[in-house]
C-alpha cells in the first residue's frame, strides 16, 4: 500500500510539474507530427493538449487556457491562418506556426496575422522546445517591465490594456510589433542593435536572421510615421541599429 501511495505522490507531483512549466496546444493534422512534438515537450516538462483539425483547434484554445499554441498552417475544415486570425480576436496567447510553407510571403503573413515565431517542416525537435521555451520566458509575468503606459509626443503605449494611440488615434499592431515598440519607447534615445532586438523580443540568436527586425521596423513605421521613408519616432542608428527619438512627435 506504501509503493502505491509513492506511485501515486509521484504522478501527482509529475503532472504539478508538467502544468507548472505550461500547458502547449500541438495542432496539426499529421498525427505523427504531433506525437514527435507531443513526446518531447512532455519530456520537457510540458502539459500538452492536442487537436487535428482547425475546429478542434479553436474549441480546445477556449476550453483547455494553453500557455502557447504550436499551430500548423495547413489544417482541413479552418486552415491554420484563419485559426490564428480567430484566436487573436480573443486572445494573446503566444502561437508558435509549425509549417511547411516556407516562403517569405507565408512568413510575413503570419507574423502580421499575430503570431510569435514560426518553425519550418522539417524541424529540429531541439529548435522547436527551445523556441517553445523562449517565448514562454519572454510571456511570463516573473521579473515582468513597468505595467505604466508610456508616451512620447502623440504615441502612447498602454501595456496594461495592450492598447496604442497615434494622436488618440488606435493603432493596431501584431503581437511582435507591440513588444518591439514597448522595448523602443520604455528607453527612449538608447541605441539597440539589431541582435539585441533579436535575442529580446524573438528570444534566440542563432535561429532568426536580422532581417525579421527591418521587417517589422518597417512595418512599425507604416503604422506609427506621419512618412515612413522619413520617420520621427524610430530613428536608424546607421551600422548599429535604431532607437525611439526622445522628443519625437
Known amino acids: 500500500m506504501e509503493t502505491h ?27 505523427h507530427i504531433v506525437e514527435l512534438v507531443r513526446y518531447n515537450l512532455v519530456h520537457e516538462g510540458y502539459e500538452v493538449v492536442t487537436a487535428y483539425d482547425g475546429h478542434e483547434a479553436l474549441e480546445k484554445a ?12 495547413m489544417l482541413p475544415y479552418v486552415d491554420g ?27 510575413v503573413l503570419g507574423l502580421e496575422l499575430g503570431a510569435d515565431d514560426y518553425v519550418t517542416k522539417p524541424f529540429s525537435p531541439r529548435e522547436l522546445v527551445a523556441r517553445v521555451r523562449a517565448i514562454l520566458r519572454r510571456t511570463t509575468q516573473d521579473g515582468a517591465p513597468s505595467q505604466a503606459p508610456v508616451a512620447i509626443g502623440g ?36 541605441v539597440f542593435t539589431r541582435d539585441f532586438l533579436l535575442e529580446h523580443i524573438w528570444g534566440y540568436e542563432y535561429f532568426g536572421s536580422t532581417r525579421t527586425v527591418d521587417m517589422h521596423i518597417s512595418r512599425l513605421r507604416e503604422k506609427i510615421e506621419d512618412d515612413p521613408v522619413a520617420p ?18
Open 5 to 31: 501511495a509513492r506511485e501515486r505522490s509521484g504522478t501527482s507531483a509529475a503532472k504539478a510539474e508538467r502544468h507548472a512549466a505550461g500547458r502547449i496546444l500541438v495542432v496539426d493534422d499529421e498525427p
Open 62 to 73: 477556449r476550453t483547455t487556457s494553453p500557455s502557447l499554441v504550436v499551430l500548423d498552417l
Open 232 to 249: 520621427t519616432y524610430i530613428m536608424t542608428v546607421r551600422g548599429v541599429g535604431y532607437k525611439f527619438k526622445k522628443d519625437a512627435g
Open 155 to 190: 504615441l502612447l503605449l498602454d501595456p496594461r490594456t495592450h492598447e496604442v494611440r497615434l494622436r488618440d488615434r488606435p493603432v493596431d499592431l501584431t503581437t511582435k510589433e507591440f513588444d518591439l515598440l514597448r522595448l523602443l519607447m520604455s528607453h527612449p534615445n538608447q
Open 81 to 107: 491562418l484563419e485559426v490564428c486570425r480567430a484566436l487573436r480576436r480573443e486572445s494573446g496567447v503566444p502561437i508558435l506556426m509549425l509549417t511547411a510553407k516556407d516562403t517569405e510571403q507565408d512568413r
